[in-house]
């Protein structure tokens, strides 16, 4: 069975400071792992994928999440926080085998500040 | 191209009545995948199903069941509808099940708002 933990419900940045959201996970196997991005009330848009094939994952709009095994951890950053960034994120954890699906994590609210 | 439509947008039920929320995936995708949102908490997972069979099933009551159809969309039926059944529900499509790098990337839909009274 596989499982995320998101470590803050909520973080604050100021507009034009990095960002810097935390994710965990545990997996059986080498996981497939997401980052995602929900505004309010909007649906979720995929940010970025984690297939195995680099541990640093470049996603839309200046997010990138790096893979590390050893800490079990797969964490989003991005440079500079823009207001428009503002939104709550879930991490996302996928088996590489079997037919289970999907496992989200809480999430976590970002809030930027100008 | 359009992507995954979910119909109604919005809908107000009361106890013990039923409900039937519907999916239209991405063209091309056979797999889709439904989850509930309660306020305040990540997406569960409630079913998925791939090319009209069910491939998987979350924890959630019998009270809870979905068909794919020919056409690869999708309903979600709820019956006996409680209080605790308010919430967001998505769709989510895929084109298959697993690619050649591991889990297939889904794509969610705008969800279905459930209020239950």
């Known amino acids: 069975a596989q499982s995320v933990t998101q470590l803050d419900s909520h973080v604050s940045v100021s507009e034009g400071t990095p960002v810097l959201l935390r994710c965990n996970y545990s997996?059986?196997?080498?996981?497939?792992l997401f980052w995602y991005v929900q505004h309010p009330n909007k649906g979720l848009q995929l940010l970025l994928k984690?297939?195995?094939?680099?541990?640093l994952v470049k996603g839309i709009n200046g997010f990138e999440a790096e893979f590390k095994k050893s800490e079990t951890s797969f964490h989003l950053t991005k440079p500079s926080a823009h207001m428009s960034d503002a939104a709550e994120y879930f991490c996302?954890?996928?088996?590489?085998?079997?037919?289970?699906?999907?496992?989200f994590g809480k999430g976590t609210m970002l809030l930027v500040s100008p | 191209d359009a992507g995954v439509t979910q119909s109604p947008t919005h809908l107000i039920k009361t106890r013990g009545q039923q409900v039937t929320l519907r999916c239209s995936p991405i063209?091309?995708?056979?797999?889709v995948s439904w989850y509930q949102q309660v306020l305040g908490q990540g997406p569960q997972f409630i079913f998925q199903?791939?090319?009209?069979?069910?491939?998987g099933r979350g924890n959630f009551p019998d009270r809870f069941s979905a068909r794919q159809f020919p056409n690869y969309s999708s309903e979600l039926n709820v019956n006996a509808l409680l209080l605790g059944d308010s919430a967001l529900y998505l769709c989510?499509?895929?084109?298959?099940?697993?690619?050649?790098?591991?889990?297939?990337?889904?794509?969610f839909g705008p969800g279905t708002r459930l209020l239950v009274l």
């Open positions: 996302v954890v996928g088996p590489n085998s079997g037919y289970s699906t999907l496992t």
């Open positions: 984690y297939t195995s094939a680099a541990t």
């Open positions: 989510a499509s895929s084109f298959g099940l697993r690619g050649d790098r591991g889990w297939e990337t889904q794509y």
């Open positions: 997996s059986s196997y080498s996981p497939s």
């Open positions: 063209s091309g995708h056979k797999s």
């Open positions: 199903y791939y090319e009209k069979e069910e491939r």
